[in-house]
């Protein structure tokens, strides 16, 4: 269940150090045994769509705590789950990078995910929908 229909993301990212953000997303698809040029493929469109297709090769460490969290929404994206689960997901972010992220979540509950979030931030679960 976990690799196909639950997508998951955190307050402190686990990012793998020793692998680059496009290498990040391509986890979950390897795990899935999904062809290795699809996940390419598929790990640069999902890091494009969260404004990182300049830092498909830049690891952990060379990013920002924003840049790493959109690596992580990539990487929850990556097998296109039907429900997505996450925990503090703006927890570390400043203001604006949190309403970036929260912007990203209700996208992806427009295209049909369900999302299971827990926060203390007020302004993400103001907007939220119940």
């Not at 402190?12 to 699809?38: K, R």
Request: hydrophobic share 40%; with cysteine.
């Amino acid at each position: 269940m976990r690799t196909n229909n639950a997508g998951f993301v955190f307050q402190t990212f686990n990012l793998v150090s020793y692998l680059t953000a496009l290498e990040n997303v391509q986890v979950p698809m390897y795990l899935a045994h999904l062809d290795e040029a699809a996940q390419e493929e598929r790990a640069a469109r999902l890091l494009r769509r969260v404004g990182l297709g300049d830092r498909l090769h830049h690891k952990p460490c060379e990013l920002s705590v924003g840049q790493q969290q959109r690596v992580a929404l990539a990487r929850m994206l990556a097998n296109d789950p039907v429900v997505i689960l996450a925990d503090e997901p703006t927890g570390n972010l400043d203001p604006d990078t949190s309403r970036q992220v929260i912007g990203y979540f209700e996208e992806f509950n427009q295209e049909g995910k369900t999302i299971v979030m827990v926060t203390h931030d007020p302004r993400a679960a103001e907007r939220a929908q119940r």
